[in-house]
């Protein structure tokens, strides 16, 4: 029980996180003068956005009920 309380606590925490490291990519390439690093730190924002997109739509409740609905593979 306690292993399913502590889900939605450490997934806040790791969208916080994402967050965070979003916007750090993003004002790193910002203030970056160097081309290269710009095209890298907007790549890396790109990504983690992904990955906090991805980490949204698979750990909500919709693949919940499609589990009880017995289509979970």
């Given at each position: 029980m306690e292993a399913?309380?502590?889900r939605p606590k450490d997934r806040e925490?790791?969208?916080s996180l994402l967050?965070?490291?979003?916007?750090a990519m993003n004002l790193?390439?910002?203030?970056?003068?160097i081309t290269?690093?710009?095209?890298a730190f907007g790549s890396v924002s790109a990504l983690l956005t992904m990955v906090k997109v991805s980490l949204?739509?698979?750990?909500?409740?919709l693949?919940?009920?499609h589990t009880y609905l017995?289509?979970?593979g």
């Open positions: 399913r309380s502590q925490g790791v969208i967050n965070v490291t979003i916007e790193a390439k910002e203030i970056s003068s290269p690093a710009k095209a949204l739509l698979f750990c909500d409740d693949l919940q009920i017995g289509q979970d």
